[in-house]
């Protein structure tokens, strides 16, 4: 019975250590995983990293005008295309185009990394729009009664302006 069980216990062996060097030669051969604590992988140069903690709008258009076409969260990284001198965002008249959608982020909310050319295929009236906006952070106030027109200033009736009683 011992001679039994030691040759089982041989082939169970040999089967194990053949299934380990198998196995470890597949996972050689595929290729390296991105683990869960690794770093996402940047894109290609330039790019940006969203540095407003609140996130940042996407544009159709280098303006506050225009229609939001979605939104970045904070610290995402995207591909620039090219920039734009278009609609000041407070103090920054800089706009990004992204390289894989055509929506634009205002450079005052992105940090670059990377020389981001200039836009040759921007026509020059969309930036003149884009820089002629309403002013921003401008909104009518709110519950209150709009001007009530001024009255005329009323006349003492005609009783009032005749005395009463007898004069003398």
């Known amino acids: 019975m011992i001679s039994t069980l030691a040759?089982?216990?041989?082939?169970?062996?040999?089967?194990v250590i053949a299934a380990?060097?198998?196995?470890?030669?597949?996972?050689?051969?595929a290729p390296a995983a991105h683990s869960a604590d690794a770093p996402p992988v940047p894109p290609i140069r330039p790019?940006?990293?969203?540095?407003?903690?609140?996130?940042?709008?996407?544009?159709?258009?280098?303006?506050?005008?225009?229609?939001?076409?979605?939104?970045?969260?904070?610290r995402t990284q995207v591909a620039l295309r090219c920039k734009a001198h278009a609609q000041d965002v407070a103090g920054n008249p800089v706009w990004y185009l992204l390289?894989?959608?055509?929506?634009?982020?205002?450079?005052?909310?992105?940090?670059?990394t990377g020389a981001v050319p200039v836009c040759k295929n921007v026509s020059k009236g969309m930036l003149e729009d884009a820089q002629q906006t309403r002013p921003q952070n401008?909104?009518?106030p709110q519950n209150v009664r709009p001007p009530q027109p001024?009255?005329?200033p009323q006349s003492r009736s005609a009783e009032a302006e005749q005395p009463s009683g007898p004069m003398g």
Not at 20 to 29: E, N
Not at 55 to 72: C, H, M, Q, Y
């Open 7 to 15: 040759i089982r216990s041989r082939r169970v062996s040999a089967g």
């Open 20 to 29: 380990v060097t198998l196995g470890g030669s597949l996972l050689a051969a």
């Open 47 to 74: 790019y940006g990293a969203v540095v407003s903690s609140t996130g940042i709008n996407e544009r159709g258009f280098p303006t506050t005008d225009s229609a939001v076409k979605g939104v970045l969260k904070y």
């Open 99 to 112: 390289r894989d959608r055509n929506t634009w982020v205002s450079a005052k909310y992105v940090e670059n």
């Open 138 to 140: 401008v909104r009518p």
């Open 150 to 152: 001024a009255r005329p």
